[in-house]
Structures are given as structure tokens and as C-alpha cells.
């Protein structure tokens, strides 16, 4: 069975749809990664899933669980982290309080100190920093603690735009790796990123979207030699990029 | 120590702590929420009215006039946030409009509390009798020592729920980012309720509190929204230590003032001293600019 299925989604902002019949699956312990053009419609598919996009139409479903009208809070506690685009930490708290914020929400307060002490082994960075004010934190170990939030909920699905987003080479290799050592981890996962040459070796299947619509789904090794797909919807080719994770 | 500074001190005590009061659940509710209650003060008169109502006709101990006037605010602010606030702060304008709200919302209790008791001044038993001789010759009455005593408990409690509970981190990472809190799974709703019920509780709580140590009146309300609001903007908008800090020295400039240069310039002196400090750090004593993703 699979864990998400999105069949003909559509949404926007105001009287603008910016996504248009969007279908996809992602299966028990699947990595899907969603490639495309910026301002697309990615972070929209995303937005809409978790619940902070109302969807216009179309169907949403978390283990067989219809989500489209349901509120963010009650997706995340329906088993669906989403690691957004900018981190949306909390800059006031401390990086423990942030873990703690998460966990509260997951109904697992009464276990913090053994899940915050799982999340620390996962992410070693955020062991040093815990008792510091997360708005001190350099951009990658932000985005390692957006990241550790989303582990702390222990969710089905976990969906992850755009983590290499304004981070140093070095630094984007180093979540990458920690992303490659949650997918160990049995997690099914969406990552969204520009690059599909970083998803290679993470994802399982990429899905090409432009303009609001899918255009391509396909394994990740086929999708990464169809290079003609991507030219046309990226402007460049895989081995021009040359980027891996 | 000369006589005089001890009376300063132990005014600004006085008076800090009764800030301090009138300035915690404003603060509550600007820190989880971010939108200034403007019906704050007429909540803090109806908690102390509710209490004053509540021991003259059914004759309870003065000390019950404690949870009565908490529960009055508190169920009060409940019905004002899901009758007024919340529809209004779901439109894209909420913030003004809420601003305009709470000032209706005070005007109409205002008048209610004037059609129900009459403008005249009531006043409460104290909670406390006796009084304590300070070094210098001052006498401290036992009502000021309660009102100090429950500035430095309410906070601690406060700072404590804030800081340790499950639900302070969750109105804390609600105040940072409502979408963010959203996405772990924190139901923001509810707890943009039980903000406005606690917040409208403390109000409730300090009306009872300082009418038995001045008097239950229509007009305290305004008195504890403006003071309220000049040692919560003053400590750093939402901030609960610049909020304490601001409610002492507020209450060190008008004690001072009032000894050495008489009671009239103290307020102009006061306001003087705030636009200074707000001209010179317009986050306040312990306000940050601004914070990412808000």
C-alpha cells in the first residue's frame, strides 16, 4: 500500500492556480524527489499536502486517509512531517525547546529526554548547540534542527523542500548525508531540490514538475539520462551541473 | 538610610509590583499572540467587580474574592476571543481590526459595568490586615506587603509555566511561528485560547488585588491598560523579565518624582523617561527588533 497518494491536486494563491492535476504515489520506505524550475509549484504541492495550502480540489490521502480538509496540526499528528522551505524554526527557543515544541506536538512529551537524546545521536551538531538559542545557529545547523524536528514527530512521511537552500557546498554534502542516514532509517520521504544530480543516490524515483503539472516520473537513474526532459524544463544538463551530493 | 530613600524604595516596591500585576497578563498575550488586547482593562474592572459583587451579596470571605474575580476574567476573555477577536484576526487585515475590537469591546463593558453598579467608587475588604514598621519610620501596610508578594508569585508561576511546561513551549514556538508550530503538530487554535483565558485571568486577578488595596473602580481599568501597557512596551514588548524590570523602574522614576519634585510632574517625567528609552532602544529593556518568519 502506499503511504501518500495525491490523485489530480489542484491549488493556488488567490484567484491564481499554481497547481494544476498534479498525481503521484510514494510507497512504503520510497524516497520520491520532486525536481523542477523555481516557482513552479514544488513548495505549493508541498504546502498543500501538509494543509498550510487549502487545496481547490482534487485528493489527498495518508494511509488511506482522505487529508484535504484537514488542519496542519492534525496532518502532523495524522503521521506527515514537512520540513519547509526556510526552516520555520523558532528563534526565541532554545534548540532543545525547539525538539520539545515537536515533541509536544507528537503527544510525546513524557519521553523528551530519550527522543531529544535519539535526535542528538542522528544529528551530533545539535548535542553541542542544545542549550543555545536557535536564532545563533549558523544556516546548516538550522537546517539540521528543521530536520531533527521532523524526526522527532516519527511520521509516516516525511517531506523535505529544499534542503540545500542557501547552504555552502560543504554544508549541503553534510545534510545530505544526514538525510541518506534517516532514509536508513526506513522513512518514506519526499525531497524537493532543483538539483536532481544531489537526489541521485537518495531518491528512489524523481517526479518532474513545470508549470504546475507533472510532467515525468520515472526511476531516478532513467529520469537522470532523460536528459532532453531535463534541458527543456531546467536549462542544463546533469553533467553541466556536475553537483553531487 | 535616611528616611526618605526608604520611602522611595519602598513606594517603588509597591507600585512595581502593582505594575507588574496590571502588566502580566497584557504581557501573556502580546508574547503568545501578538496583537495588543485593548479590552484589558476593562476586563481587569470586571474581575474586580465580579469579586466586590460576589462578597457583598452572598457574603464570602474576602479571600474567595481571589478566584472569583481570576474566573470571572477569565471566562470573560474566552467569550471576547471567540465572539470578537477570533473571526477578526483570520482576516488579512486582523491586527488593526482587532486593535478597533478591543476598543469596542472596552467601551461596552465600560458602560455595563456603569449601568449595573452606578459610577461610584466600591470598596473590597482587605485581603490582609496590620502593618509592618520599616527602618526610617516607615509603616509598610500588610494589603502592600500581599500586593508584593503576589507580583513576585504570579510572575514566578508565570515564568515558570512559560519556561517548563509542555504548554509554554507551545505558546512560545506559537509566538515565534504560528505555521511552524502548526506543522509539529501543536494545535495553535486551543492554545491561542487558553492564552486569552490565562492573560484575561491575571487581569481578573490584579483587579481584585489592587482594589482591596485602592478601590473597585470604573476607572482603574484605564488606569492598569495604560500603565500596563507603558511597562510592557517599556520591558520589551512580550518579554517577561524586561516586563518586571519596567514595572520597578517605572515604579523607581514615579516614587522618586513624587518625593523630591511632587506628584504632578511624576507622570510627565515618566512619559518623558519612556519616549527617551524608546528613542534610544525602540525594542525596549529586553525586546528584540524583530524575528525571522514572523
Given amino acids: 500500500m502506499n503511504v501518500l497518494e495525491v490523485s489530480d491536486l489542484s491549488c493556488g494563491y488567490g484567484a491564481t492556480e499554481v497547481v494544476s492535476g498534479v498525481s503521484f504515489s510514494v510507497g512504503a520506505g520510497e524516497c520520491l524527489g520532486v525536481i523542477g524550475p523555481n516557482g513552479h509549484g514544488k513548495t505549493t504541492i508541498l504546502r498543500a499536502i501538509s494543509g498550510l495550502v487549502p487545496p481547490w480540489g482534487g485528493s489527498i490521502r495518508l494511509q488511506g486517509r482522505e487529508l484535504r ?87 509516516q512521511l516525511l517531506m523535505i523542500d529544499e534542503p540545500s537552500l542557501g547552504l555552502a557546498p560543504r554544508v549541503i554534502a553534510e545534510v545530505y548525508e544526514r538525510i541518506c542516514h534517516m532514509r536508513e532509517r526506513g522513512l518514506s520521504m519526499i525531497i524537493v531540490d532543483e538539483s536532481p544530480a544531489r537526489l541521485e543516490g537518495v531518491a528512489d524515483r524523481l517526479c518532474l514538475i513545470d508549470a504546475g503539472r507533472v510532467i515525468e516520473v520515472g526511476p531516478t537513474a532513467d529520469m537522470l539520462e532523460h536528459e532532453k526532459v531535463l534541458e527543456t524544463y531546467l536549462g542544463f544538463s546533469v553533467d553541466e551541473e556536475g553537483t553531487s551530493p | 538610610m535616611r528616611s526618605d530613600m526608604v520611602q522611595v524604595l519602598y513606594t517603588a516596591v509597591v507600585l512595581g509590583s502593582t505594575y507588574a500585576l496590571m502588566a502580566s497578563g497584557l504581557t501573556l498575550i502580546w508574547g503568545g499572540l501578538r496583537f495588543l488586547n485593548l479590552a484589558y482593562g476593562a476586563v481587569f474592572s470586571v474581575g474586580a467587580f465580579a469579586a466586590y459583587w460576589a462578597v457583598s451579596t452572598w457574603g464570602l470571605p474576602a479571600v474567595a474574592a481571589l478566584p472569583v474575580g481570576f474566573a470571572t476574567s477569565a471566562v470573560l476573555g474566552a467569550i471576547v476571543h471567540v465572539g470578537v477577536f477570533r473571526p477578526l484576526l483570520k482576516r488579512p487585515d486582523g491586527q488593526t481590526s482587532t486593535l478597533v475590537a478591543g476598543l469596542g469591546v472596552a467601551l461596552f463593558l465600560q458602560a455595563a459595568l456603569v449601568i449595573q453598579f452606578s459610577p461610584r467608587d466600591r470598596s473590597l475588604p482587605a485581603l490582609v490586615e496590620g502593618s509592618v514598621h520599616l527602618p526610617g519610620g516607615v509603616v509598610a501596610s500588610a494589603s502592600a506587603a500581599l500586593v508584593v508578594g503576589a507580583a513576585v508569585i504570579t510572575l514566578t508561576i508565570l515564568g515558570t509555566f512559560l519556561t517548563r511546561s509542555r504548554y509554554g513551549v507551545g505558546i512560545r514556538a506559537l509566538a515565534n511561528h504560528r505555521d511552524g508550530a502548526e506543522l509539529l503538530g501543536i494545535n495553535t487554535g486551543r492554545l491561542v485560547l487558553l492564552v486569552m483565558v490565562l492573560g484575561s485571568g491575571l487581569a481578573g486577578l490584579a483587579g481584585v488585588l489592587l482594589s482591596s488595596f485602592y478601590f473597585v473602580s470604573i476607572g482603574a481599568g484605564f488606569t492598569a491598560l495604560v500603565k500596563g501597557l507603558i511597562v510592557t512596551i517599556t520591558g520589551g514588548l512580550g518579554n517577561l523579565r524586561g516586563t518586571l524590570i519596567a514595572a520597578y523602574l517605572v515604579g523607581l522614576v514615579e516614587s522618586s518624582v513624587s518625593l523630591w519634585l511632587g506628584a504632578r510632574w511624576s507622570l510627565p517625567l515618566l512619559f518623558a523617561a519612556v519616549l527617551i528609552l524608546l528613542v534610544a532602544r525602540p525594542q525596549g529593556i529586553a525586546g528584540r527588533i524583530s524575528f525571522e518568519g514572523r
Fill in chain 1, 69 to 155: 480538509k484537514c488542519s496542519p496540526h492534525s496532518i502532523a499528528r495524522f503521521g506527515l512531517a514537512h520540513v519547509p522551505q526556510g526552516d520555520m524554526i523558532f528563534p526565541d527557543l532554545s534548540v532543545e525547546d525547539n525538539l520539545n515544541a515537536a515533541l509536544y506536538g507528537a503527544g510525546k512529551w513524557r519521553d523528551r529526554r530519550r527522543v531529544i537524546d535519539e535526535v542528538c545521536g542522528v544529528f551530533p551538531r545539535l548535542k553541542e548547540r542544545r542549550g543555545q538559542l536557535s536564532m545563533t545557529l549558523s544556516g546548516g545547523e538550522k537546517r539540521m534542527l528543521a530536520l531533527g524536528r521532523g524526526l522527532v514527530l516519527d511520521a
